[in-house]
């Protein structure tokens, strides 16, 4: 089945910028979707098909997907943006939703 | 507004069976897919299986296949998780989640459940 990496842990200061990675052979031929999940509440998705926001997401959510690396960029991060983040694809070879182990941000 | 409400989960012996329900409001269910995701205590995402609108097509985590079976009553509204042959290993919080796409399915979830928790244990 698909393999996708995710760095465990990020700490960013407030109003700084979050970039959050998530690596897999040839990401880049996939759509990545990315989710928000914050303590005690159920996923979020906050970017779809690589760089798309659903609505009701701030502007400060963008992504870009190309080669082997996928990545969440949260612009002007704030204390609410704490949580930890999911990157996921769809494997059309195994027939398999596939995420990555999440990264823990602090802000 | 659209709405998942999971229930069923609670403790049980290794080896037992679980049936997870979901019920779905606020949109035309039965033009989505359906998927069931889990989460170990402390652990990430686990997606388990993915179910089409139809019932057509059904798709399973390794692990899972031939021990859990996905299935849905489009006239209740209701997903559901049948969960035979439990382990110790399932211990988890299990989410219901809309699949984004019709008619075009493009396996992402746009929306979840609270969850419901099922504890495998003697």
């Known amino acids: 089945s698909y393999v996708v990496t995710q760095t465990p842990s990020l700490s960013v200061a407030p109003g700084q910028t979050a970039t959050i990675s998530c690596e897999g052979d040839?990401?880049?031929?996939?759509?990545v979707h990315w989710y928000q999940q914050r303590p005690g509440q159920a996923p979020l998705l906050v970017l779809y098909?690589?760089?798309d926001r659903p609505s009701g997401i701030p502007e400060r959510f963008s992504g870009a997907n190309s080669g082997n690396t996928a990545t969440l960029t949260i612009s002007r991060v704030e204390a609410g943006d704490e949580a930890d983040y999911y990157c996921q694809v769809w494997d059309s070879i195994s027939d398999q939703v596939a995420f990555g182990g999440g990264t823990k941000l602090t802000v | 507004q659209v709405q998942l409400v999971e229930s069923g989960g609670g403790v049980v012996q290794p080896g037992r069976s679980l049936r997870l329900s979901c019920a779905a409001s606020g949109f035309i269910f039965s033009r989505n897919g359906m998927h069931w995701v889990r989460q170990a205590p402390g652990k990430g995402l686990e997606w388990v299986a993915f179910m089409s609108y139809d019932g057509h097509y059904k798709y399973y985590l390794e692990s899972v296949r031939g021990r859990f079976t996905i299935s849905r009553d489009n006239s209740k509204n209701t997903l559901y998780l049948e969960m035979n042959s439990l382990r110790p290993e399932d211990t988890a919080v299990y989410y219901c989640?809309?699949?984004?796409?019709?008619?075009?399915?493009?396996?992402?979830?746009?929306?979840w459940g609270r969850g419901t928790t099922v504890t495998v244990s003697s």
């Open positions: 098909d690589d760089r």
């Open positions: 040839h990401i880049g031929t996939k759509s």
């Open positions: 989640a809309k699949e984004s796409g019709w008619p075009v399915v493009y396996y992402y979830m746009d929306v």
